[in-house]
């Protein structure tokens, strides 16, 4: 049901007359995703008496999908067994999300109040590098040996299974807890009881490393079709899985991270109410300097043909025309390829098929953009001449053709060289077919009307 079904002022007035039967019976019935939401937007008085009436397993599955800074908020007024109860009940990869980028205070606060294990698993799963399959795995699965029978096995799934976040799929390791096979459970469900899971595990196994980068681990869900990834160290052996509802995450955070890049702002990782303006002053500015800078070569071409322009004023009308033309033709470019190598259609071995497929569209693209800017300009600007209007069709046609090639080219040479394609988009692009797109048109008017 929605927020809106419910009713902050209702969840209010349940609180404020401490109605904590009704209050449990609300979380009890309606999705706790929407109840989040509302609780979101309590005052922190308000959150806190419900986090002392709620079942303990209700408050933890709160507590995960509440904004950061109301986590961080929570866990500041904590008392120590109140930590201890949220940690019991939740998984260990949704600890390492809310304590990740929280103080340094409050991170020890919550592992001074962890148990031995989990304190364990914690620092293990920050150690890893951040973006990385090991930053993102959950330790909770569920293990079995290949000599189990499936009466001993299902045995096995019921008590593991309380912790783990998943058992649709429970991994097989040796003794040396190295990755051998996993099962789905409607495969144990409907064996014989004799068998063993060595009869009926799949080796042909799909699986991630824990140095390997998120976004290779998301690509394998998405070209296997799966739910859930193993996750092994360097000797094979099982240490964690990833699930899709973490990957749906990993998904998100990359697909924004590149959205920022390619508008020419330093990626940030919290939301744009919760960023303070300094913050967002700073992820921009770099780049805004940097492309005002760039645009001096602009400013040069300009200057170099001073001559040229005071020959005929009205060549100045096209510029701006000019140069929108090949900057939308290099984004558009630069976008097609850039999102063709996120998704790994395309390599940077693939450069030769990346030309030859951009060339003919400038092609048919440019022709078409030039004869109707040919067409525009003799109804609408009667005052231009047949050579002029010539000359700027002409230069439409080349300067786009030139920003198709030069919005494919940049991606794949980031590509190459290991830095983020999303980087070689939209203002940066546009900047450099700016100045391609000026230099052609005063070359021709140069040659053929000076």
């Known amino acids: 049901m929605e927020n809106e079904t419910i009713g902050l002022e209702y969840l209010k007035e349940l609180i404020k007359e401490k109605k904590i039967s009704d209050l449990r019976s609300l979380f009890d019935e309606h999705n706790i995703v929407d109840m989040s939401e509302l609780v979101g937007e309590l005052e922190l008085n308000e959150a806190l008496f419900l986090f002392k009436t709620l079942k303990k397993d209700v408050t933890s599955q709160i507590f995960s999908y509440l904004p950061h800074d109301k986590q961080e908020t929570l866990i500041q007024t904590f008392t120590g067994p109140q930590i201890r109860e949220m940690l019991d009940e939740l998984y260990d990869d949704d600890i390492i999300d809310f304590i990740e980028d929280m103080p340094a205070n409050i991170v020890k606060h919550v592992l001074q109040n962890a148990n031995p294990k989990q304190r364990a698993e914690i620092n293990k ?35 593991q299974g309380q912790d783990a976040e998943t058992i649709n799929y429970c991994y097989i390791t040796d003794a040396k807890k190295v990755l051998r096979g996993v099962v789905g459970l409607r495969d144990i469900l409907l064996s014989d009881h004799d068998m063993t899971m060595e009869d009926i595990m799949d080796t042909d196994l799909i699986f991630a490393r824990t140095a390997d980068d998120q976004e290779d681990v998301a690509k394998l869900f998405e070209k296997y079709d799966i739910t859930v990834v193993p996750i092994v160290n360097n000797d094979d052996c099982l240490v964690g899985i990833v699930t899709v509802d973490d990957i749906i995450d990993v998904i998100h955070e990359e697909a924004t991270e590149d959205i920022h890049k390619m508008g020419a702002i330093t990626p940030i990782d919290s939301t744009y109410l919760e960023t303070g303006v300094f913050t967002m002053a700073k992820s921009r500015i770099i780049w805004l300097l940097i492309l005002m800078i760039s645009a001096t070569f602009t400013g040069q071409i300009m200057a170099s043909y001073e001559e040229v322009l005071s020959f005929n004023v009205t060549l100045t009308i096209f510029i701006p025309m000019l140069m929108d033309a090949a900057g939308n033709a290099g984004n558009q470019a630069s976008t097609m390829v850039i999102r063709a190598l996120a998704t790994g259609e395309l390599t940077t071995h693939d450069m030769l098929q990346i030309w030859w497929k951009e060339l003919r569209i400038a092609l048919i693209c440019g022709s078409i953009m030039g004869a109707v800017n040919f067409l525009r300009i003799l109804i609408f600007m009667g005052q231009v001449d047949i050579m002029t209007s010539i000359i700027v069709s002409v230069t439409v046609f080349i300067t786009v053709g030139l920003a198709k090639i030069v919005g494919c080219t940049l991606p794949v040479i980031a590509e190459r060289l290991h830095l983020d394609p999303a980087v070689m988009a939209g203002p940066l692009i546009t900047t450099v077919v700016d100045a391609m797109s000026l230099f052609v048109y005063f070359q021709l008017v140069t040659i053929f009307l000076v």
Request: proline share 3%.
């Open 125 to 159: 799963l920050l150690s890893y590098e951040e973006n990385t399959a090991g930053s993102i795995m959950s330790t909770n699965f569920v293990v079995l040996k290949e000599h189990d029978k499936i009466i001993p096995a299902i045995t096995k799934i019921k008590q």
